[in-house]
């Protein structure tokens, strides 16, 4: 098997909310990061739970929202982060990748639906299985 490197990461909630419009932020739960990464570029996965914070629990009660421990947590989209010198990928822009340094990223949104269900189904061993997989469809294509 390729040499990868796995990280899971815990982004901490927060509430950013503001009277003035071009400074409200919202809130946000606790998300959760899978990345996977290896010599050919790397996959990034996140959920975004809905574990706030207490001052979040105050606003969403006091709207009438009471149920927020019901609420499910959503699948992000997958990233791919390819190498910059894959210039087969050139219409992909080059940017900052806390992965890579810097990488060309593609998302693909529905494909983090995917991911959620193999976690949910199949626990760390499958989730990773999946992330190697759409690692491996990273790889460049042969000599044609
Ligand atoms: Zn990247």
């Not at 975004?48 to 989209?77: D, I, Q, Y």
Request: charged share 25%; with cysteine; hydrophobic share 35%.
């Amino acid at each position: 098997m390729k040499d990868f490197y796995r990280r899971v990461e815990f982004t901490p909630a927060w509430d950013r909310r503001d009277p003035d419009p071009s400074k409200d932020y919202g809130v946000s739960g606790v998300s959760i990061h899978f990345s996977l990464v290896g010599e050919n570029g790397a996959i990034s996965w996140e959920i975004m739970t809905s574990w706030v914070l207490p001052s979040t629990e105050e606003m969403w009660k006091s709207k009438g929202l009471g149920h927020f421990g019901l609420f499910k947590p959503t699948a992000g989209g997958v990233g791919f982060h390819y190498p910059p010198e894959r210039e087969d990928l050139d219409y992909l822009e080059i940017g900052p990748c806390n992965l890579l340094g810097e990488c060309r990223c593609d998302v693909g949104f529905l494909y983090g639906n995917t991911m959620m269900q193999r976690l949910i189904e199949g626990g760390e061993d499958t989730l990773w299985a999946e992330m190697i997989q759409a690692y491996e469809s990273m790889a460049l294509e042969e000599d044609e």
